[in-house]
C-alpha cells in the first residue's frame, strides 16, 4: 500500500534550536518525495523536492530509501518557520500525490 | 498574475442538499487536481483533470461525488445528497502540464454538513 507517515502531529521547539520534522513513506517503486508548508492563512505550497536536492528557506531533506524516510530538517529553527509541513509522494513523472497527515511546528522565541 | 482561485470560500449545507464547489485554475494550466482534507488528516487525492478529461476518478469518495472541467479551464465538484462525513476542506490544485512536480494551491472550500 503507498502511505505517508508523518508522526508527530505537533513538534514545539525555541528559536535558535535544531529541528527535524519525520516522514517515513511506504511505496513499491521510485517515488518522488515532496515537503509542502503551509503557514497561518497561507495557501499550501512546494518547499522542496527530494529530486533536486536544493536547501529552501534553511531546509534540507534527504531521500534514505533503505530506511524510507525523507526528513525534513534545519539546523536553526526560526519564529517564521512555525507552519503545518506536508509529507508527500507520487509516482515520478505521475500525477496522484498521496500526502501524510502533517505536522505543526511551533517555533517558541 | 492571479493564482487559482475557489468558491465559495466557506458553505453551509443541510444533510441531504447538493452543493458545487469551484475551481479556477491558473491560466494555461492543463492539469487540474481536487483533493478533500478533512480534520486532522491529510490531503486525500480525488480527481485530476488533464485538460477536460479525468484519467482517473478512483479518488471520489462514493457515486455521490462527481466532477466535470469545461474549456480546459474551470472545474466543479459535485456532491450530491451530502453527508456530514462530508464535512471538509476541498482544495483544488493546479500545474502547467500533467506530471509537473510543482502543484499551486487554491486557499480551499471549508464545507460543512449540518
Known amino acids: 500500500a503507498q502511505r505517508v507517515t508523518q508522526p508527530e502531529k505537533l513538534l514545539s521547539v525555541f528559536k535558535g534550536a535544531p529541528v527535524e520534522l519525520k516522514c517515513n513513506y511506504s511505496?513499491?517503486?521510485?517515488?518522488?518525495l515532496f515537503w509542502y508548508v503551509q503557514y497561518s492563512r497561507q495557501r499550501l505550497q512546494l518547499l522542496l523536492r527530494?529530486?533536486s536536492r536544493e536547501s529552501i528557506k534553511g531546509f534540507t531533506a534527504d531521500l534514505n530509501k533503505g530506511e524510507t524516510s525523507f526528513h525534513l530538517k534545519k539546523p536553526f529553527a526560526q519564529e517564521e518557520d512555525s507552519a503545518m509541513y506536508y509529507c508527500a509522494l507520487r509516482r515520478t513523472g505521475g500525477f496522484k500525490t498521496i500526502f501524510g497527515a502533517g505536522t505543526r511546528l511551533f517555533v517558541k522565541a | 498574475g492571479a493564482g487559482v482561485s475557489q468558491s465559495p470560500s466557506n458553505k453551509v449545507t443541510e444533510k441531504g442538499k447538493d452543493v458545487e464547489l469551484r475551481c479556477d485554475p491558473i491560466?494555461?494550466?492543463?492539469?487540474l487536481y481536487w483533493y478533500r482534507q478533512s480534520l486532522g488528516q491529510g490531503l486525500e487525492f480525488l480527481i485530476y483533470f488533464q485538460g477536460n478529461s479525468a484519467p482517473d476518478k478512483s479518488g471520489l469518495p462514493s457515486d455521490r461525488f462527481s466532477a466535470e472541467r469545461t474549456g480546459g479551464s474551470v472545474s466543479t465538484l459535485t456532491i450530491q445528497r451530502t453527508q456530514q462525513e462530508d464535512s471538509a476542506v476541498y482544495l483544488c490544485?493546479?500545474?502547467?502540464?500533467?506530471?509537473?512536480?510543482?502543484?499551486?494551491f487554491g486557499p480551499g472550500t471549508r464545507l460543512t454538513v449540518t
Open positions: 490544485a493546479s500545474s502547467l502540464q500533467p506530471g509537473s512536480y510543482e502543484q499551486y
Open positions: 491560466s494555461g494550466h492543463t492539469a
Open positions: 527530494h529530486i
Open positions: 511505496y513499491s517503486g521510485s517515488p518522488e
